[in-house]
């Protein structure tokens, strides 16, 4: 399923983190997932979020850059290959993948990937 993601541009220091999750609980938004990379200088903190309009807007009001990208959200049984299989079928008709971020409880696997073609990803991880 093509999901809506929260990225959100930070610079590298004390504080931002925090500063970044008082701002949605203010705004009574809820984060799902989330996920940080960073560099020397910057971080990006990618989020799903309960509301991605008003979690931007909060952001934005507080001087954050922020992007809004659409990303898939695929569950997979958590065991041995199921990853591989679903990569597999994405390679296979040439979408790319960018980054992935996931976790896996009560036997699934619960995984948001940035990929070349969402609509198309989406499309043929379902069928």
């Known amino acids: 399923m093509i999901i809506k993601q929260l ?23 809820n984060i799902s ?8 200088e910057y971080g990006i ?10 979690a931007a807007q909060a ?7 922020i992007k809004i990208s659409d990303v898939i959200c695929i569950v997979t049984p958590d065991i041995p ?6 990569l597999k079928k ?8 960018s980054y992935m971020y996931g976790y896996s ?8 990937i940035k990929t070349s073609d969402p609509a198309a990803a989406s499309a043929l991880l379902e069928a």
């Not at 952001?59 to 850059?65: E, P, Q, R, S």
């Not at 409880?105 to 948001?112: F, H, Y």
């Open 33 to 40: 997932a989330l996920s940080i990379a960073e560099t020397e």
């Open 81 to 86: 290959g199921a990853l591989s299989a679903a």
């Open 105 to 112: 409880s009560d036997g699934k696997a619960r995984l948001v």
């Open 59 to 65: 952001l934005k009001a507080a001087d954050y850059t």
């Open 7 to 29: 990225s959100v541009f930070l610079q590298n220091e004390s504080g931002r983190l925090v500063n970044v999750t008082d701002i949605l609980h203010k705004a009574d938004i």
């Open 45 to 54: 903190l990618r989020m799903i979020v309960s509301d991605t309009e008003k």
């Open 90 to 97: 994405l390679a296979a008709a040439g979408i790319d993948v």
